[in-house]
């Protein structure tokens, strides 16, 4: 697999998370996000805090490491314990967002001779305010999840959805910092980051080619999941919570 390519990659910086709580075991997606503060870059782990709300016990999926490449198919599961306490949830209760430090996994895995291959999502990957109202209204999107029944449980990768926005990136939909996509969704999708794909064009010694240059434009939400359609919830929500969470550590 070239680890060079950027949708390669993104194979490695999605995760499948699972909860068991009083309703039974729930089963969802996640991503490991890279928060860039004052050149330092910080790594959490990001989802929908609906997989962790009221879970007793959890596991986060990785894929191991064999040198200095992906060991696909070799696959390490995290248990948790007390499950909702490991996340912090955003403080509105309606945003469906929770996010969890990676290090202190990291370290706990090395501790144990665990070693797991991952790639992160920038914050630098994602677009301003600025740039966002200078996209187009319908543009293509592509997400990573772990859907039920689909993703590839050989390998342990996740599965690629590509769609479009079905409300423009730059306007809010129903007055909070999302919008709305039109995809393959389906039960497992939730937490899923979620990407724009824009064509880029490049000079080749025979002529010209085209690449794909990715956009990491947010987390596909539990809220509103219905025929193949599905919330996003925007990047600066994302990184808002990363912020806070860091600068409370500083105060600390």
């Known amino acids: 697999m070239d680890l060079t390519n950027a949708a390669n990659q993104f194979f490695f910086a999605t995760v499948k998370i699972e909860s068991d709580k009083p309703s039974g075991m ?21 989802s929908s805090r609906q997989l962790s709300q009221n879970a007793s016990e959890g596991r986060i999926s990785f894929t191991k490491k064999l040198g ?9 599961d995290l248990t948790i314990s ?3 306490r490991a996340w912090t949830a955003h403080p509105d209760p ?16 090395f501790n144990d001779g665990v070693e797991i291959f991952f790639t992160t ?9 600025e740039r966002l109202s200078s996209r187009e209204a319908l543009e293509d999107i592509l997400l990573y999840s772990y859907a039920e029944d689909w993703y590839d449980q050989d390998k342990h990768l996740p599965v690629m959805c590509s769609g ?3 409300t423009p990136v730059y306007l809010d939909y129903k007055g909070s910092s ?7 969704v389906t039960p497992g999708c939730n937490g899923s980051p979620v990407f724009l794909v824009e064509k880029e064009a490049f000079q080749k010694l025979n002529g010209v080619g085209f690449r794909n240059r990715f956009y990491f434009l947010g987390l596909l939400s539990n809220n509103e999941q219905k025929n193949q359609m599905g919330t996003v919830l925007k990047a600066k929500v994302i990184t808002d919570i990363c912020e806070i969470m860091l600068r409370n550590l500083e105060e600390n």
């Open 26 to 46: 729930e089963s969802g997606t996640g991503f490991i996000f890279s928060q860039k503060l004052e050149n330092e870059n910080y790594l959490f782990i990001v």
């Open 164 to 166: 479009t926005t079905a």
């Open 121 to 129: 999502i920038s914050s630098e990957s994602t677009l301003d305010e």
């Open 178 to 184: 999302a919008f709305l996509v039109n995809a393959q």
């Open 82 to 84: 007390d499950f909702e």
């Open 68 to 76: 200095d490449k992906p060991d696909i198919g070799n696959r390490f």
């Open 94 to 109: 309606n945003i469906d967002l929770a996010v969890m430090p990676l290090v202190p996994i990291l370290d706990y895995l």
